[in-house]
């Protein structure tokens, strides 16, 4: 009698485990794919001028300036941005 017990021990935690890593992989999944959400629809300046920026400058320190800077304010963005890159580069050397 143990080892049905124990079988059904064992069934339990691992359908237990395989719930878990599925829940952890749906918020992995969901994570993604509102990222991308919310780059096509960044109201506080245009695709194309991020665009240029983040090759200019790279996606942190554009995604940082975003966050920082007031809304549609796209001058305090690129200052911003380059500040950011520059301090970056700067402590490199």
Known sequence: ??????????????LIGLAAVAAAAGRIATAIFQEEKQLEFMPSISLDKRL???????????????GV????DWRCIEREAKRLYESRVYRRM
């Open 1 to 14: 009698m143990p080892s049905q017990l124990d079988a059904v021990f064992g069934w339990g935690f691992t």
């Open 69 to 72: 800077c007031p809304h549609d």
């Open 52 to 66: 240029e920026l983040e090759e200019k400058y790279g996606r942190w320190a554009v995604v940082t300036a975003i």
